[in-house]
C-alpha cells in the first residue's frame, strides 16, 4: 500500500474580492489568485511550487499556512482537514507546519535578540524555561552554521544570509514536518543563496521534514527539488519530477521558463535565447489582465495555441513520471500526446 501523501491539496480555488472602482458604487471584479490546484507532498519530500509573480503560487503557500481561506477545494496535512479550520488553527498544526519568508530583514523582530527569536516558539509549544530555550537555541544556531555566543546580538549585526539562517533555526525549532520556504533565497546574492540552499538541503537530511519551496527561478528550484509543480496566471499547468520537467518539458510554459535561464556555455546561450524570442509571441514573460476560467491561460502568448485553446482549459494529461501537463497539444491527437514539447516545431 502506497503511503498517503503528507500534504494533499485538491481542486484549490482562492480569490481576492476586487477593490473600489471609479466611483463609489463601482466595485472591479473579484481576483481569481489559483484555480483548480491540485498537488501533494510525501513525507521528507521537497516540492518545488515555480513560476511568475503575480502566478498564484505564495498564495497557495498562504493557503497551507492559513492566512488566507480559500473559496473552495481542500488541504489536507496528515490527519487535519486544514480548510475546515475555520478562525481556530490547532497548535499542533503550527507547530508541524512552518514558514520561511523572502526577506529576513522584515520577518526578524529587530527589538529582540537572537536568543529571544529562535526562543520564542520554544517556550510557545513545548514550554520550555529560559535556561532550556537558552541551550535549545544555542543547538539550533550552531546547526544552521552560526554560533552560541550569537544569542545575544541583535538581526541588524548579522549579513542578509545570516539572517535567513536565523529565520531558518526558528521554524526549525518547533521540530516542524513541514516547512512552506517561500523565496527563501530571492533577496540574497548568487553565493550566498547556493550556502543557504545547500543548508536547507543538509537540513532536510538531517530532520525529515518536507518542503514547499516557492521560487520564480527554475534554475534554483530544479537544484533542490524532487518534483517541480509549475504555475502560470492561477493555475498548475505542469507537474513532475524534477530532471524530467527541466529536460523533457511538456508545457509551452515549462520551456519558456528554461529557455529563460542563463546557459554557462557561450556556444549555447545564443541557441536558448533564439528559442525565448521563438516562444514568447506575445512579449515579453508575465500575464495580465483577470486569469481566465475557460480557455489556457497562456493561449494569448503560445506559439503552438490552437483554435481549441481560446475556449477550453484541458484536463491534465497524465504522464510517465507520474507528473501531468494541461496542454492541448498533449490531447489533441495521436500523434502530439505526450510527446516532449522541445520535439514540435513553432508554428
Ligand atoms: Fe498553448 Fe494551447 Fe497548450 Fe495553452 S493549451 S499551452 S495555448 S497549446
Known amino acids: 500500500m502506497t503511503e498517503r501523501p503528507l500534504l494533499e491539496i485538491s481542486d484549490l480555488a482562492i480569490t481576492f474580492p476586487g477593490g473600489r472602482g471609479q466611483w463609489p458604487w463601482q466595485r472591479q471584479s473579484d481576483v481569481k489568485a489559483v484555480q483548480g490546484a491540485s498537488l501533494s507532498i510525501g513525507r521528507g519530500e521537497t516540492l518545488g511550487l515555480v513560476g511568475e509573480s503575480g502566478s498564484g503560487k505564495t498564495t497557495i503557500g498562504r493557503a497551507v499556512l492559513q492566512f488566507i481561506q480559500p473559496a473552495s477545494g481542500t488541504i489536507r496535512f496528515g490527519d487535519f482537514d486544514v480548510t475546515g ?3 481556530s488553527v490547532p497548535a499542533a498544526y503550527r507547530r ?3 514558514v520561511v519568508f523572502q526577506d529576513p530583514v522584515g520577518s526578524l523582530n529587530p527589538s529582540m535578540t537572537v536568543g529571544q527569536i529562535v526562543g520564542e516558539p520554544l517556550q510557545l509549544h513545548f514550554g520550555l524555561d529560559r535556561a532550556a530555550r537558552q541551550a535549545r537555541a544555542a543547538e539550533l544556531l550552531i546547526s544552521v552554521g552560526l554560533e552560541a555566543h550569537h544569542l545575544e546580538r541583535y538581526p541588524y549585526e548579522f549579513s542578509g544570509g545570516q539572517r535567513q539562517r536565523i529565520a531558518v533555526a526558528r521554524a526549525l525549532a518547533t521540530e516542524p514536518e513541514l516547512l512552506v520556504l517561500d523565496e527563501p533565497v530571492s533577496a540574497l546574492d548568487v553565493s ?8 536547507l538541503e543538509r537540513l532536510q537530511d ?7 519551496f516557492i521560487a520564480h527561478d527554475l534554475a534554483v528550484v530544479r537544484h533542490i527539488s524532487d518534483r517541480i509543480a509549475v504555475m502560470y496566471h492561477s493555475r498548475i499547468v505542469e507537474t513532475g519530477e524534477a530532471d524530467r520537467l527541466c529536460e523533457e518539458p511538456r508545457h509551452p510554459y515549462t520551456e519558456l521558463l528554461l529557455a529563460s535561464i542563463p546557459d554557462p556555455d557561450p556556444k549555447l546561450q545564443p541557441l536558448k535565447s533564439r528559442r525565448r524570442r521563438e516562444l514568447t509571441v506575445g512579449g515579453e514573460l508575465g500575464a495580465s489582465g483577470s486569469a481566465p476560467t475557460e480557455s489556457c491561460p497562456f493561449a494569448e502568448r503560445c506559439p503552438h495555441a490552437l483554435d481549441i485553446c481560446s475556449t477550453q482549459f484541458p484536463d491534465p494529461f497524465p ?3 507520474g507528473g501531468w501537463v494541461r496542454c492541448h497539444l498533449h490531447t489533441s491527437g495521436p500523434t502530439l500526446a505526450g510527446q516532449p514539447i522541445t520535439q514540435l516545431a513553432v508554428v
Open 192 to 199: 550566498t543563496q547556493s550556502q543557504v540552499i545547500n543548508l
Open 319 to 321: 504522464l510517465d513520471d
Open 85 to 87: 479550520f475555520g478562525r
Open 96 to 98: 508541524a507546519v512552518q
Open 206 to 212: 538531517e530532520t525529515g521534514a518536507a518542503y514547499l
